[in-house]
């Protein structure tokens, strides 16, 4: 697991916020062992205010997890504080 996506899964802004300073897309974007992105995490560990920084950080919003599915779909699925389409369409 990346320090992106371990942050993302526990919710570490500050933390975030450095990486994504320093960080490439491809590296935001990673795919981890598990199949998820940093998205996926910070969604299935409902993380809001994470996920926001994310996508207005740009990342790969229609990127598929191992089980086919996007951060959004992983947000309704957990029934997530997070999950609103609005959210995560493109700006």
């Given at each position: 697991?990346?320090a ?6 526990n ?12 960080l ?5 974007n990673?795919?981890?062992l ?9 969604c299935?560990?409902?993380?809001p205010?994470?996920v ?8 790969g919003?229609s990127?598929l997890?191992?089980?086919g ?23």
């Open positions: 697991m990346n992106l996506h371990e942050a993302c899964r919710g570490y802004f500050e933390i975030i916020q450095k990486l994504l300073s320093t490439s897309i491809d590296k935001i990673q795919v981890e598990n199949g998820s992105t940093s998205l996926h995490a910070a299935s560990f409902n993380h205010r994470i926001k920084r994310l996508l207005n950080h740009r990342v919003r990127l997890n191992k089980d599915r996007t951060a959004m779909e992983e947000a309704a699925i957990g029934q997530t504080q997070i999950f609103s389409p609005s959210l995560f369409r493109e700006k």
